[in-house]
């Protein structure tokens, strides 16, 4: 008898649908003179086991096109999901009714299964059709045309009120709901770009018998699966190209014109005085249809323009002075000059108090901050780095420079005037590290602070970009995505991809809120497009950053070195044994030419493991001032109470000579526990 009864369970199992499974017609991206779509019996829009297709092979489909009328439509198996078409151009709904059957589950009542999938193919919600209702299905998902994002929620063509509906918002790993309110409505967020599923249930307390099996209720399940196809994220053909494709430059909005000035010509890297221009054009940006050249300067790399009541500032830059088949010989220039559009005259400034190149500048009010940056001193010798930054008073005669401390010493770096202080952004150290750090000089309190650190990965701290558009605060990094702080200044959100990842170049806001990007360097070269690009919040991926740099690198994920950095394709590539490592900046990279064998470590290095791998030199591991990197017997070091203690670099060495006792971690000096002399 027991035997008789779970075999009972066990058919009643295998007659009911697999949990948690829908009908969805998925919309391929749109194309010209076609509509196409997958149908998939599934608990997302993803296919799932081509066994179950079968359970809806009774599906009526249809179509629906702009003037009303409906076909039938026919579909083709595939391997785990059905192909539907629809003939002829422009938007189409596609949808279908489903009678599944009679379902009992354990002990509940018998209930009559309904599916009614319906879909969308066409970009939405560009076309009018795609808010018209489908009058064939009782239970139906509506768009409403009023720009919120809207929906509706439609049983017997009445709004169905208390309904909760499951979205499927692309690139988000779960789920979300949303219950519809008394006339039936819910809203989304639809600045994600991929296909969007939603789904509602209703549960019909109406008894009845289908197919000589009686039931006590009848369950309503629609779907509506529309796309949002990826928009150009650049409309480079709003702009005209700069004139010459460079690098290294000025470029700063005025008055509603878009000013720049000088940069590097050829790639990065390659000086000579025929390599760097000191040419100035401009563009009206409310009638972009030409450049408009106007009387330039010195040839200049590395400089910055600013703007202050309709005046344009030049500060500093970097001139080279050899020939094009000789040694380099740089030089930091402190030269300063304002530009008058009105006459179209340069007048000389105060100089800076040294010369001053790879550096930024911004106003606030009527003060000009000049931070970060170097004074290249020419062949042979070697660059000063600079402690401080600069300060004039533009509204004071006579016009003088002031000095302030900085809490950095970085070059590369991008600067901002963003919410009444001087956002600094990233930049290269004096070691030659990329560094993500954001510092903030507020004028009010004479102080500096720490901002939200710019988004991984390392090389994003390398020479980014940045402005203000529409009171919020931008950055364009070498990853090619745009990122806005968000608007509690903790954190940064991705907005934007560019097609064009570039460095060294230069970005401003435009009249139209777009963020117009214009310059610098490319792995193919200087770029002259510009690219405009509509800041739109996007979604967090489906795979995070440190899945989606695995996918690319064998599993790896981190640095061996920088053990907290990611890397990914574009990351440098080391080998070991034939087998490519990557590392995430150059400073790593030499690090491992110098001494491979202190970074062989299976756990972040997963392509290693099975390999005999040959013993470290040393038995510390990290640095004590920078925990979280590698150390090996290659780089610098202290006597601490007799023993080594080895150190990332000179940066770190200084910071320990300051408090040693601050940094003399048992734990990640375990030789100083022994009486070894390392």
């Not at 560009?126 to 768009?143: G, T, V």
């Not at 549960?203 to 009845?208: C, F, I, L, R, S």
């Not at 200087?526 to 440190?546: L, Q």
């Not at 390999?611 to 510390?620: D, F, G, N, S, V």
């Amino acid at each position: 008898m027991k035997r008789w009864v779970t075999s009972l369970f066990l058919m009643v199992l295998a007659a009911a649908p697999a949990a948690a499974h829908f009908i969805w017609i998925v919309p391929d991206k749109h194309a010209e003179g076609k509509a196409t779509a997958r149908v998939v019996f599934s608990e997302d829009l993803q296919p799932d086991k081509a066994d179950y297709l079968a359970k809806i092979a009774s599906t009526e489909l249809f179509a629906r096109d702009g003037s009303g009328k409906i076909v039938p439509i026919k579909w083709t198996r595939d391997e785990d999901f059905y192909r539907a078409a629809a003939s002829g151009t422009g938007g189409r709904i596609l949808a279908g009714v489903c009678r599944y059957g009679v379902r009992q589950r354990g002990q509940s009542e018998p209930f009559l299964l309904m599916y009614y999938p319906k879909a969308f193919l066409a970009s939405a919600p560009n076309s009018p059709l795609f808010y018209d209702a489908c009058y064939r299905l009782p239970l139906e998902i509506l768009p409403v045309k009023d720009g919120t994002g809207t929906f509706r929620v439609l049983w017997q063509g009445k709004p169905l009120a208390d309904a909760e509906v499951v979205v499927l918002v692309p690139g988000m790993d779960k789920s979300a709901k949303r219950t519809t309110s008394e006339k039936g409505s819910f809203q989304l967020d639809l600045t994600a770009k991929g296909a969007y599923g939603l789904r509602v249930r209703h549960v019909e307390m109406k008894a009845g018998e289908h197919e000589g099996n009686k039931y006590k209720s009848v369950r309503h399940y629609a779907t509506l699966v529309f796309r949002i196809e990826e928009e150009s994220a650049a409309k480079p053909a709003d702009y005209p190209p700069i004139p010459i494709a460079v690098s290294s430059f000025g470029a700063v909005v005025s008055d509603g014109w878009l000013y720049v000035y000088g940069g590097h010509l050829t790639r990065t890297h390659q000086y000579s005085s025929e390599a760097v221009l000191g040419t100035f054009h401009r563009l009206k940006l409310s009638d972009p249809k030409a450049w408009e050249e106007l009387p330039g300067g010195p040839p200049l790399q590395g400089l910055t323009l600013v703007a202050h009541e309709g005046a344009i500032y030049r500060i500093g830059g970097m001139q080279p002075r050899n020939a094009a088949d000789q040694k380099a010989d740089n030089h930091s220039v402190p030269d300063c000059a304002r530009f008058d559009p009105h006459n179209k005259k340069w007048h000389k400034l105060p100089v800076l108090p040294e010369g001053r190149s790879s550096h930024d500048a911004v106003v606030i009010g009527n003060r000009l901050y000049v931070v970060g940056g170097w004074k290249m001193n020419g062949a042979g010798n070697k660059p000063h780095w600079h402690k401080t930054a600069c300060i004039m008073d533009l509204s004071k005669t006579p016009l003088q420079w002031q000095s302030i401390p900085q809490p950095f010493i970085r070059r590369a770096l991008t600067a901002v005037a963003f919410a009444g202080k001087v956002h600094v952004i990233a930049g290269m150290t004096e070691e030659g590290e990329i560094e993500l750090t954001v510092n903030c000089f507020d004028p009010a309190r004479n102080a500096w602070s720490t901002g939200s650190r710019l988004p991984d990965p390392i090389r994003n701290g390398f020479t980014a970009a940045s402005c203000v558009s529409g009171e919020r605060l931008f950055v364009s990094p070498a990853d090619g995505k745009l990122y806005r702080l968000s608007a509690t200044g903790d954190a940064w959100e991705e907005v934007g991809v560019l097609k064009q990842p570039r460095v060294v170049h230069r970005m401003v806001g435009g009249l139209d809120g777009r963020l117009i990007v214009l310059g610098g360097a490319s792995k193919q070269g200087n770029v002259a497009a510009i690219e405009a690009v509509k800041p739109v919040p996007i979604p967090p991926r489906k795979a995070n950053g440190a899945k989606a740099a695995a996918a690319t690198t064998q599993g790896q994920i981190y640095c061996p070195i920088m053990t907290k950095q990611l890397v990914d394709e574009d990351s440098k590539v080391v080998e070991f044994q034939g087998v490519q490592i990557r590392v995430c900046c150059g400073t790593c990279a030499k690090k491992w030419k110098a001494d491979p064998t202190a970074y062989l470590d299976p756990k972040l290095l997963p392509q290693l493991k099975g390999m005999p791998l040959p013993k470290r030199e040393i038995a510390q591991v990290f640095c004590p001032v920078y925990r979280d990197r590698v150390v090996s017997a290659r780089d610098p070091y202290v006597v601490y109470k007799g023993r080594k203690v080895y150190l990332f670099n000179q940066n770190a060495v200084k910071k320990w000579q300051e408090d040693p006792e601050k940094y003399a971690d048992p734990k990640l000096l375990p030789h100083l526990k022994t009486d070894s002399t390392e």
